[in-house]
């Protein structure tokens, strides 16, 4: 009784075993942000940015999906997927981004422009999505911008330096709400001058949701899938990587001869390490598998308002 006991509490000794016989038996897929663990990433089916992972949970046939992400990832599985189960390995796995546009005060915000059309980043809760009308990602906010009439105001949320980056890019007049994430907040545009000299060989590449200090010496800036495509093409032997360090591990299986430096947080901490994504473990997501929890549940009413948005964006999205 106590052997059969502990050996329900006790991991396997091969998690990776344990977890592919897992997934065969629930015919479950598993999604992996690049900002993942690498132990993660390696055993994921797919591994991507918000808009492939966005596309993955639409067109997946599995019956459980497993998201290695933070928790509106897991929550945009679930809307696009209202009949399958979504399994987060752990709830707490949240976003300084998401978290910084409370619901009640984006209502007021967009209440008190309704002219406005509300494009936001995927980067939020259901909430807000159920109150936007376009969804965006990193890889394609410019491009859905530049779609919108010229006569038609934006309301851009929730990240206002990867809107202040779409202003920049498409010349139109944004009216940002004052969100960010405190990874990309973070880094230090001194320590990376500072690499710079150090590295005079070194390209450096960064997402566009660090402030526009960092970008403007930023040889390349994309998503996270377009900055991996970026370092492949590039003929630069080494590159400066301001953006959560989880990529990186892609990055080097990818160009194994190539050298890649993370871009320093300002402080001497670990600040460029995404605190919520780190939270994923592979036991955890064993685990979740294993017990089927904790699952990703959402009001129907709010599932359905914001399946719209999310279906604007992948029509509107040309790659």
Aim: aromatic share 6%.
């Amino acid at each position: 009784m106590f052997t059969t006991a502990l050996a329900a509490t006790k991991s396997p000794i091969d998690l990776f075993a344990a977890i592919q016989e897992l997934k065969e038996e629930m015919n479950a897929v598993i999604l992996a942000h690049y900002y993942q663990e690498p132990d993660i990433q390696d055993i994921a089916d797919y591994i991507g940015d918000s808009l492939g992972l966005s596309r993955q949970a639409a067109s997946t046939d599995a019956d459980v999906i497993v998201f290695a992400g933070v928790h509106f990832m897991a929550e945009t599985a679930k809307i696009l997927n209202h009949d399958k189960l979504v399994l987060l390995p752990d709830l707490a796995a949240g976003c300084s981004l998401a978290d910084s546009c409370p619901p009640e005060a984006f209502a007021a915000f967009k209440a008190a422009h309704p002219e406005h059309l509300v494009i936001s980043y995927i980067n939020c809760t259901a909430e807000i999505k159920a109150m936007s009308d376009i969804i965006c990602t990193s890889s394609n906010a410019v491009e859905i911008v530049r779609q919108i009439p010229e006569n038609q105001p934006i309301i851009f949320a929730p990240d206002r330096n990867l809107g202040q980056y779409v202003i920049q890019q498409t010349g139109r007049d944004l009216l940002l709400w004052q969100g960010s994430c405190i990874v990309h907040e973070t880094f230090s545009e001194r320590k990376i001058i500072q690499l710079k000299a150090e590295h005079p060989e070194a390209e450096v590449i960064a997402h566009p949701e660090c402030e526009s200090a960092v970008l403007r010496h930023a040889h390349y800036i994309g998503s996270t899938t377009a900055l991996l495509k970026y370092c492949q093409q590039s003929h630069a032997q080494a590159f400066i990587v301001a953006t959560e360090p989880g990529i990186i591990h892609q990055m080097q299986k990818q160009q194994p001869g190539k050298i890649f430096i993370p871009a320093p947080p300002v402080s001497s901490c670990a600040c460029n390490e995404c605190p919520f994504m780190r939270l994923n473990t592979l036991e955890k997501l064993y685990w979740a598998m294993r017990n089927r929890t904790p699952q990703i549940n959402l009001a129907e009413s709010t599932r359905l308002a914001a399946l719209k948005p999310i279906q604007k964006m992948l029509e509107m999205s040309s790659k």
